[in-house]
Every structure is written in C-alpha cells, then in structure tokens.
C-alpha cells in the first residue's frame, strides 16, 4: 500500500523516541561516540546503506583520544550493546558514519546529523523527565544536552523513509552521522577527507525552541551564529613549598586566575557581537604546593571573522603577558575553529516550498531565524559553496526545557522527530525524485 | 659483642637506603599509605613490637577517602609487594601503625614519624637522582618531596637499634608511624585515640637542609613554623550555553578565578607573618559551557593563632561575597589545621646533650632552629603539654637539591640516615636506659 | 535680492567655521557652557529671537556643580569674551539657551542642538589640525571630540537661515541649544520643564564620519543607538599606616580595583549588544596610607531597556559583594540615563525629499544608519512621541580623523557646516513654509 | 636661679602644646612645609642658632613640587602667618631648617626632627579632640597623622633648653628639622649636602602608643622598620568613545586594576616581612571615554634589602606586563627609598642611662621596640655609620588615639612633648655637658 512521506514519517514515532532515548542514555563525548556510531553503522547496513566507518569517513585531527580514554570508552560500547564488529572499526577515534544510497545518475546532496554529546553533568532530580523516566545518561559529566541525540535519531528515520522511496530517486545521497560537533572538529575531520566535494546540496538541521507564540515546526534556514576559535592552553610554572619558600615558585594557578579574569573583560566590539569563555580550568597538585600547572580550555567567538579574530588576538595577548607576569610559560593550542554560518536563499525557498506540501507539519511563515552559538557545519558549507553548491541548516522546533547547554535541557521528542524525518525526506523527494529528472510531477502530490 | 649506639646505627646504612628508596618509589598520599604501613607493621612485628594497626591507631576524621580511591589504593599496594595481611587491616584509610616496646615500669617517650607523600609530579629528567638510579615514585601526580620516606626508614632503623638494647631499657617506648601529616589531618586522628594521653617525652625529627658553611648533622629543637588552616571550597553556579545564553549562566570558574585574586591580595599583617594558597583548583565541565561547579583547596598560615585566624576570617569573607557577586553557592569545609610548633628548651637541652655523646654525629651549637612551614606534630605536642610532658622536633640535616616539594627534591640518604636513628635512640637510650633508674652511669659512655 | 536656501548656507560658510573654532577653542564641559551659553543666546537675540536662558530653560537636576566650579567656569568665561550679561544668568549651572521663532498659528517643531565639550586632552602634536591651526582647547581636559562645537555652530546657522525666511513660514520654531548631553542629564531637564510637551516634529542632527566609498552628505535618521545609565560610586573604608598596620585599613583603592575587572566581566547577553565603561577612578590619599576613599564614574549600555537593565543589575550586585568583600560601604548614584534611540520612519522620508530638493548637498539613498553610542536625545523623542509627535535625528556625513572621543578627533567643517545648515532649514521650510498652509507650492522649487 | 633639665622641660609644656597645635593647624605637605620651616628658623634664630635655610640644607631631588603646587603654598603659608622673610628662602620647595649650637671643640651630635603632614582627611567629628578644640587641619586632605607636629615642638622645645645650658656645654649641636619624611626623599637630600658626614651621634625620636599595661615614657632605641621603595607608575593607552568603538581604545584604567590586584598579591616571601601599597590611583577622563591614562603611587617594603629588591623586582614585572596586555605604555619613577633601621646597642645603654637620671620621665626597661613602617631616618644613620658614628631612634611613648596615619590620630601632647624634650636634652647634656671633658661630675646630679 502506497504511503506519503509523511504517514511514513509519522509511522516511525515511536522507534525515532526509542532510538533518541537510548542515545541519550549511553550518551559518548566527541570522538568517543563508538557505541552511538556502532548502532548507526549497524542500523544503516540493515536497512541497504553502503556504509563507511572509520578512516573512511574522517582524517585523524589533533588531540586524537589518548589509548587509555579511547579503550575505556570502547570498554562501556562494549558491555552497553554496543556493536560489537563496528566497535572494532572505530575504536581508533575515528567515529562517525556515513550511509550512501545511490540510485543512478544525478546530483549528490548530502545530509549532515551531529551526534556527540557534551561534558555536563545531567540533572538527577525528578523535574527531569530523563531522570524522571529512567533515560538520563548513566555517565556522571556527560550528557546530550544539546539534542544530537535527536538529530541521530532522526538521521536514521529519514535513512528508513529514503529506503522506502528509492524506486522513486534518482542520484545520490549521503548521510552524513558526524562526531564531534561541540569541540568544532568533526566537520573538518570529513571535510578534509572529501565527502563534500561533489556535493550540490548540503543539509542539516537543529532541534530549537518554539518560541511564545509560534506553532510552527520547521524553519527553512538560519544565520547569524557566531564564528568560533578554541584554544586550549597549559601554563607551567615551578612548584615550591606555600608556606618554606613561596617566593621560590612561579604559581600557574594565579597567572590562571588572572587570565580568567582579563579574558572576560575583553572590550566589547562595535564590530559586532562577540563572546569569550573558559569552560575548565584545573589546576594545581596539592593543597601546600604552589602550583606548577594549569590547564584551560577557552572559546572565543564573533559575529564574523574580523571580530572573532580580534577576540583571538586579544586573548593570546593576555595569556602571554599573564605568563610572563608570573614567570611561567604558556603554550597555546588551537584546537578547533569553525566561520559564521549564513542558510543560502536560494535553497531556503526550495526546503520551505517542499516543506509545505507536508501533512501534519507547519513551516515557518519565516525563511530564517537568526541563532547564537557557533556551528561547525559552517564548514562543510564553505566547502560545498566553493564549487557552486548550496547549503542550508533546518531549524526544528518544539518545546524545550532548561537552556541548550543547561543541565535540564530536554525536547519533545515525539512531537518533533517524526515532522523533522518528513521535512528533510520531502526536500529529499523534491532533489531527488524521479519527477524531477522527467519533468513529471504526477507522484508530487501523492509523496508528500 | 657489645657495640655502640652508633655502631649499631651506622650498620643500618644500606638497609635504611634500602627502605627509603622502596618507599620513595612507591609513594603514596596520605590516608593510602596502605603498602607503606604494611610493609613497616610487618617490620615491627618481626622485630617483636607488639603492633597496632586501622582503628586501633587512629580515629575516622572528615573526608576519608571515597571507596573507589580506596579500592585503587589497595589494588595498587597488593601488586607492588605490599604485605597482604596487613592490608586487609588498612584498607579503610586508617593507616599508620604504632609498635610499642614495653620494658617494665617507667616514663612513656613517644616518636612520631610521618609517612605520607605529596601530590607531586617528581622530576623525570636524568638530572634528578630517584630517576636516574631507578627509585623514583611510579606513580604520576605523587612523590615524596618532603623526606617522610625517609624519616619511615629512620623509624624503623630506631626501632631496630631499641631491639638490640632493650634490657637496658626501662618503661615504654612508642613509634607513631602517623599518615597524612601533609593534609593536618593524620596527628589528630591519633590524639583522639589517646596515645599521647600519658606521653612524658615525645619527639620527631625532619630531614632539614645543611646551610652553607654548616658542617652539623643534629639540631635539637626547631620552632616558628606557622599555624595553619586548610579549607576546601566548593562553588556551585548555573551552566548555559556559553554563546547561545551567556548570560543565563552563573559561572563557578569566574568565581573561583576572582576569589582566587582576592585571596593572595588579603593584606600582610602587621601582627605576624602570614600566608595564602590555592593549592589545586578544577572548574568546570566543557569549553562552550558556563562552568557550573568550581573546587578548590586552600590553606593560610599565620606565625600565631591570632593572625592565622584573621587569615581564616578574611579568606570566608571573600569566598562568600565572591559567590555573592556571580550567584553562585559556596559550601566551605575546614579539613584540617594546626598550632604554631615550638620545641620545649629542657628537652632540647636533653637532646643536645644525649646527642652530643654519640661517635660519628655532630651536634649544631644552636639548640633550636627557626623553621617555615607549618605542621601537624603541634597538635601531639599540645596534647603532651596538657598533662606536663615536653616535646621537642628535631632537625637532621644533610644535603638537599631543590627547595622542599619541589619536583626535585632528594637528599643525602647515606649520610643522614644512620646519623638520624643513632641521635633519636641515644636520646631514647638517655631517658629510659637503665643507668638512669639505678643512678649508675657505666654503660654510658660504652653505649654511645 | 532672493536666494535659495542653499545659498543662503553656503554663504553663511565662513561664519560657520569661525563659530565652531571659537567653540571648540574654549571648551567647557556639560553645566558649565558658560561662555557657549551667553554668546549663542547674545546671537540669537540680535537675530531677534525670543530667548529664553537659565531656570527658563531647565530644572536643576542632580550632580550640579559645586559653587567652586562653577565660579572658576564663570570666570574663565568672563576673561574669554563671554557675554558679560547672559553669563550672569547661566552662572547658576543651569546653561543651555532656546531661541524660539513664532510665526503665527501652526505646528510646533523642535531643533535640538547639543553643545557641551569632553573631559579629554587635546592631542597637542602638530599633525592635529586644531592644534596646528591654533583653535585647539585652551583648557587641559576639555575637549570638543564629539562635533558639539559643530552642532552649535549649525545651530546658528538654521538661527540665521530661518530669519531670512521667515515670511514665508508659519508656526512655531524652538531652537533648543542643550547642555550636558555627554552625562545624559542635559535634555531630561529640557523636557521636564515642558518645552517639548506641544511639540510635533523634533529634529537633531550629529556629525558623522563618512565611510569609505560614500559621498553623500546627509542621512535623514539613525537608530541602534545603546539605552545607557550612568553611575557614580564611593567607596568610603578606613585608612591606616601601609606598614604599621595595614590589616587594620579597609582598602578602598583595592575594592575599586576588583570591582573594575568584574564590571568589564559582566556577561555578555544574548539579549543584544551591551557597553560596560569604568571612565574615571580616583583613590586615596597618600602613597604610604590604606586608601579611605575611591570614585568612579561608570557607564553602562544596552541594545534595548531590558539588556541595559541587565547591565545595571549586574553592575550593583559587583559593586555592592566588592565593598562588603573589603569591608567598605558602597554608595551608588544614578547620574542619568537614556533610551534606546529609534528615529520615525514617516519623518525619515519626509526629511530626505526636503533634502533632496537642495543644490549642492546629496542626501543618502539609505533613510536610516546604525549607530553605536548613545544619545539623550532618546529622552526628548519619548516625550514628543508620547503626544503623537516624530522625531528625527539626521546625520551630517563628512571626514573625520580619530574616533569620536579620541584626542585627534576633527572634522572637515568648512564642507559639511553649511550643508547641515542647509538640510536643516530645508526640512523646517518643508514643514512651516507658507505652501503648506496655503496649498501653493509655487515657492518651493525657488527656495531650495 | 639654677634649675635641672627635668624643671626647664616641663616649663615648656604649654609652650610645646601651642607650638605642636599650630603646627596640627596649618599642616603642609613634604616639601611644602614652607609655614612650618619659616616660623621654626624664626625661632632658632631668635634663640641664637646659627640658622640653615633653603639650599643650606638640602639638595634639589627627583620630583620637586611644580611651580603652581609651590606658589599655592606659599600663598597659603602668607596668609597663616608664615615668618615673610624666611618664606622667600624656602619658596622653591628646598623646605627644612638647621640650627647649630658650637660650644667650642668636642664631638658633634646631630639630632633630627621631622615636619611633614600625610595626605589624609582629618576627622571632622566632634569625637576627635583636634575638632573639637579647633586644632584641626584647615587644609582638606592634609593632616599631622604621624605625630610630625609634635616632632617638630620637641626641636623647639630641645633649642630652648640647650640655650639654657649652652655654658656647660662644648663640641656642637645641630639641630635638624627634615622636610618630607613621609615621601622617603627628605633625609637624602639633606644626607648629600654633607650634613651627617661629621657627625658622631645622631639622634632622633618618634611619638608611639604606649602599649596596654605600660607606664614608661621613653625607650631608648627601636629596630625592625622596613627598607622601602616608592614607585610612581604612569600607564598611557588611547581614548575612544566608550560605546561606539571601545575596542579601538587602549584602557589603561583596567590596566591599571589588574596591576593593583597583582601587586596586592605578590607571593609572601620566607625571607621576611614584606608589604606592598597602591596609595593613590588617578585614571580617566570622562566616563563615557575609554581612560587613556592612569597614575599610582605605590610602596613595597621588605625586612631587609633583599626581599624589599625582591618585591620592586616583582612590582615591575607586574606593572610592565600589565601594560602590554592592555597594550598602554608603562613609565616607572622610583621615588624614594629607605633602609631597614636599627638603633645601635651601645648608644641605647647610653641613651637609656642618661635618660634615667631625670625626675619625673621614666625610661622603659627594655633597651629597643620592634616598630613597623618605614623610616628615612635610616638613610641618616648609614651615613653617619660609615665613618664610624653611633645613631638610635627614641621613642617617646604616650596616649594615642586611633592608629598612626588614621584620620582620628591624636597623642597627648601635654603629657609627652616636656618628657621627651627633657629626654633628648639629657641625652645632649650626657655627651655635651662640661662634665666629660673635664672629668668632673659635680653639675650632673644638679641638672638632671
């Protein structure tokens, strides 16, 4: 019996809440993502995927895991279901998936799903519904609290939906499961490895909050998130007694604390909006030692390149001269870096236009909604714009509780998967389908 | 054969070398030197002590270590060669042992030696003795820095010579092998037992630094270190997208750092010295995520109780309104504190003059030294005193590289190390040697 | 002989420069424009205007200067060639003048030009033309670096214009010369004495730079300017010797000095834009004495009234936790404040087709240019809206050298001084002249 | 009618109180004691002294007062009653007064007497016993506050009683009224004219607390101030318009902030005793313009030389790190500096012998007090001790109300100004007095 896209959508429901759910349970860092990547690798080959893991999908970046995280992380994919024959291809560090459906000649369009989760320690109070009902992340500091959960999971409902009408298709399709979006170096990892070379049309989406008074599902694009550059430094400095010989020691801690502070007041620019902060710091050996090291892991951002860069330069000032203040030394790692991400147009009008024929999902009178934050999908756009391609972020929304980032965040999983597996399907089916190559639009009306 | 105290100690060299190294090797924090109190409880009961060990030494204080730490330990000192009977009895972080030798009626002397290592990162470069000769700690993050691996090796060098010159003693000898004296923690653990309770002499030594142009090996006495308080401070904030909603945050780190800065700047006294540190500080979960948590530990130090308080009194008072400004909690705990150490003049004299008798061992014409620091031993003396005993903490100097917790530190144990046991037993030999209750002086110049 | 409005500015160019050189030459800061004050209102008179100084213009506002201010500003005034006898009527403080023009029944329109200098030195080298030219201030401190000068020296011009034709016109013209727009208390007391109760068009124009690539000359609104509030803190602690003693001190200098760090630490919002400026501290009294005392002026500005409220929340918490961290007392005033500023977009167009009739100045095709800064004129606006008027503020585009407050800061007024003069008059013809109540436009084409 | 020392002493107590009160009347600043110096070499000469004034006495040094700060007190010093003639010779700053006694051949003694006032708001409440009785300083932000006052009453008071006894004197006296002790500059200037390099003993006194319990009035010696440095620190940046384009200013009142917490913060130091103080903090302009300078007059001290180096080495890394982070230039002055002082023992038993023999003043048991500060009286004593001379510091003990350099600072003048000048003028008399050169001790019971 023939179903549109979205009766196959809405049908999925219940398994894309099972899939988020457990996603979120056995929530994995960036690069740690073995068991999330396992499962993806395992489900898409069922379901007919070519599938490439591993060095086939990213080139090793810096601060690959080092073994002993890497085999502890193996370790529980191991014993929490993860697959076990996948388990091996990736326990390099190399996580990530990418599923290919070929159905003839045609253009390439690539999706993109985020699926790694953040250091946050989740909240365990009953509030929580994931506390609540039993799917909060069993890993004390790690936690999807930024709804890569969803977006894996809907990754894989639009992988079923395409399945179910390939016979329909033609060229190319590549989902794209990428690790490591929160640390701005997974996007670069496949970048680099090529997979958006050929790419015409390039999609991804995030789960957003519905905002008061709106009723709508999908927004056909988004803009004005933030450049971003991490930096991570180490300053070392000379341990000596706190209380025989305090002036003996050059005290990293302090110069930290310092920097801390000057990193925070950094001026605020006319040039536009910019951000700074140091997530971690850590410090120091012992209670009576003047501290010999200190450890940050700084972000700085911009509302483009010029004020991003501006805060960069700014802020290796600081750490410098807050070195040499303390007779310590600083070394400086950048660590990930991604651009201001900007929808094209073009392709908002065609993903809002497809978006529309949906039954059962709501598209934003709106093309555009402009977000904070930074993303690192601004860089497979670069790539897919410098040989002509387009690109653009959905936004899918739904309600929200806490901040994104915020121990309590969670979503309406069962509102909004369903709908958002529809509207990237129906931009697929408006590329892809087979009316499309043969100027025939007579499946148009019944797909959606 | 009859043979001398000193005789008797200087034959010890190898063996002494030989303890310290293992020690040093193994280090352990306080309140896990569970290898290192078995090995030594094993020692003393070969060398027939009677032997107390776990709650038998000591009383459960604040923050014993969490199971997990516990368990690492244990497993830890299970496959180094840790006497496995022994540790069983150490599991549950009261370390330390006590061997008690007792000769018939007669005053009660107590030696108290500090076992505990730092958390310190020792020196791996070929410059550094303990790695170049393969004796350097094993374990990354802790070392001995402050020679408690070797003032154990003296205890048990002690308790080896009393063996050998046990009947002509009289009364009852101690030896405290006191954990965790590094925290402040571990004296009082043992006062609240109660065995300084009927203590007439107590007594402990600290390898010492011989200064430039000194030739002596024994002072008598020291005194001036600071008291001190250690407090643990814990911010809790809010954590928020560090771009998307900065400013929903309340942020630990910035708490922290900025508490940090005011602590360092609490004004100098006019009463006495002073002085602050922020040992260790670790904040926060996630570079793009407003650190929602902070930790630190702290001490201050002041030449007396008054300004030591006044120290204590400033540092709340800036952690609290430090939270205050950023909204964020604080939780304090105070884990640990002493008194100002002073060495009674009589028992110095006694000292000096019982030490003076001794071949091979040179006595400093200053009884007392000033000394920095601050430790725990205070808190036994105060304990003897109350009931009239005196007490006194000798110096054994010798030579040293680095300053005192430095990465770098060492020093000369074939030198110090006989020179050390001979001095505590001659005074042990001085107050319980059987001359002393039959008024004959005889064998007292043969057993020096 | 008749000549349209641009030859009657662009005769007026001479006159103009001198104006604005002989105002920037004696600088004086807000409530202290003295010698402004009595020569625009000594000018205004001879033109035959109404005018109105002194309590007639203003209400006395907080932070009036003390009478040792303002005696020493009458009398640099008097020996500078200031209008002996209008200066007797502005000694109280109470500066700023209005020429009122009545030319029978008709609407109200409002021309506001703002005539205080800043609390900056003058660049004193021979590159700055000022300096070079022999017009820079005389008075150490003091500046015209924000185009004031120009304004007033427009100011005159309109003044001169509007009698040339004033015939032709109806209704009622204020000419509002204001003080202390700089501290944002110059228009609040303006409107609180109701001259802007029946107004119905309200204008001001600024000096802008022209930005590269652009040759036009006037822009008919801004907006985006920042709402801001001003505050004034002091902190009063306890003096003590700096050696004797120092614990004894409550330093004030010390809690300035950490309140400065955490004000330009505040958050970021998402919100909007946000400024956060500590402009001036002064503390303490001796080298060798605990400060007793320090002052600051600070600033602190936001995209809209609720991230500028954020601003100012964030701001007392800091200021209040810092006092009580150093056992100071915190006394906090607010100096002044203003709105968000939002120029009327009907207005906007009708400005720029009265400009776009005039020979020789070139209106920009965009009506509206984003601003930084912030402007008490926002305070008039809310006041005229609040009675369904519009208001406008234009922006006079020409070459700037520095930055707007910088020490170099200059303009190019023999080019720009008669357009703005032009424009202005254009958009009062616009609205008062007789075709308007007449129905006939006959005039128009010939007087532009 | 012959009297003792004792009788002429106490003769002058109300002399004393009126000149130690004027004096406290019409405090003057360091080098601006020109009303102070005028009436004092009035005096001295109407007593018969040999009188030094202006370039007699002192050396010009770094930083003497501007032409305007010197005009401004000489007005002043007219106006209050200044000796006309002296004030033309002390007009250029060059303040401090010399009286020399030659009694024929014999030793030379040199006594110093301090003049200045601080910096300090005197307290205006009717609890203060100077407001209440209408002594009070007259000058805003200028009081006696170390005892200067009466320091100088005592020179006076000494110069009247050694005229009285000037016949059984021999060798000579010099008196010395030193301007700018506060500053650490006075004692220099006066040590490079020549003034000390004859001298054999050389005296001087401080008023002090007597302390809870004690009933002395004078002690013989002290030691234990701190060496010190004075800093003068200049940080230039760059204004900017504080909204519109802050990040293009270079701030150097946050420049200046994080430097005061650095240097509040500079590790203690187990060497000794240290202190550190930013006194004074001028930054900015205007508080809507990025401050584009910053001045701090700051100290450090240290127990000896070494760690007083330790802490202006610190100081200007701190300060030149600053600035580069802040990207503002940095000029160091140094302005001033002392060493550590220390009484000489033998000259003690002297000084406590002679003093011993006065009715109705009682000499502390104790030879030395452990004082605080700093002094540049130590400057004095190296001179003098170079080619072998003696030099203590008295101590003239009383009442005292709030601590030295408080604003509520008063002593009981009429109790301890007749004691201590009855103290030195025995002292004098012990060294001077016929007596010892001719061997004979008749008059010395008499004239004590």
């Known amino acids: 019996m023939f179903r549109s896209i979205s009766e196959m959508s809405f049908a999925l429901r219940d398994k894309l809440v099972g899939f988020r759910r457990d996603f979120h349970r056995y929530a994995e860092l960036g690069q740690l993502e073995m068991r999330t990547s396992s499962l993806i690798a395992r489900r898409l080959s069922e379901l007919g995927y070519r599938v490439l893991v ?22 529980n994919a191991r014993v929490t279901g993860g697959d076990l024959e996948y388990l091996e291809q990736v326990r390099n560090g190399l996580t990530g998936v990418i599923g290919i459906l070929e159905c003839g000649d045609g253009s390439v369009t690539a999706l993109r799903f985020d699926i790694d989760a953040l ?16 799917f909060a992340s069993i890993y004390p500091g790690v936690m999807h609290a930024c709804g890569h959960d969803g977006h894996a999971a809907i990754g894989l409902g639009v992988a079923e939906v395409l399945i179910g009408i390939k016979d329909s298709l033609h060229g190319t399709v590549r989902l794209i499961f990428q690790p ?11 970048v680099e490895k090529g997979h958006l070379d050929d790419v015409q049309f390039l999609l991804a989406g995030h789960i957003s909050k519905r905002l008061p ?48 502070q000057q990193l925070y007041g950094i001026s605020r620019s006319s040039v536009g909006d910019t951000r700074v902060n140091v997530g971690t710091l850590h410090a120091g050996t012992a209670r009576n030692v003047i501290a010999d090291h200190a450890c940050m892991e700084i ?14 330069t700014q802020a290796h000032r600081i750490i410098h001269c807050s070195a040499e203040m303390h007779g310590v030394s600083a070394e400086i790692k950048t660590m990930g870096s991604c ?26 009178p709106q093309l555009r909604r402009e977000v904070g934050g930074s993303e690192d999908f601004s860089c497979m756009m ?29 979503f309406d999983d069962a509102d909004i998967l369903p709908k958002a597996v529809a509207a990237m399907s129906a931009v697929l089916y408006d590329i892809h389908g087979s009316h499309q ?5 007579y499946r148009n009306i019944l797909i959606f």
């Open 54 to 75: 591993g060095d086939d999908v990213g080139m090793p970046g810096i601060a690959m895991p080092v073994p002993e995280v890497l085999d502890a992380a193996l370790q």
């Open 119 to 134: 250091g946050i320690n989740e909240d365990s109070s009953e509030q929580h519904r994931p506390t609540r009902e039993g």
């Open 180 to 190: 490591a979006e929160e640390s701005l170096r997974g996007a670069r990892a496949i």
């Open 213 to 260: 008074g709106e009723s709508c599902d999908i927004i056909a694009g988004c803009g004005g998130s933030l450049a971003a550059v991490h930096i991570d430094v180490t300053f070392r400095g000379r341990a000596a007694h706190a209380a025989a010989a305090p002036e003996k020691g050059a005290n990293s801690l302090l110069a930290a604390a310092g920097t801390v």
């Open 299 to 312: 972000e700085v951002r911009g509302k483009n390149d010029e004020v991003c860069s501006y805060m960069e």
């Open 339 to 364: 651009d201001a991400l900007e929808s094209d147009p073009a392709l908002m009008e065609q993903v809002a236009a497809a978006c529309g024929k949906l039954q059962g999902v709501s598209v934003h």
């Open 382 to 410: 670069r790539r897919v714009r410098e040989h002509g391609g387009q690109a653009t972020m959905l936004r899918f929304l739904t309600d929200i509780t806490d901040v994104v980032h915020g121990s309590g965040f969670d």
């Open 437 to 441: 190559r043969l100027g025939k639009c």
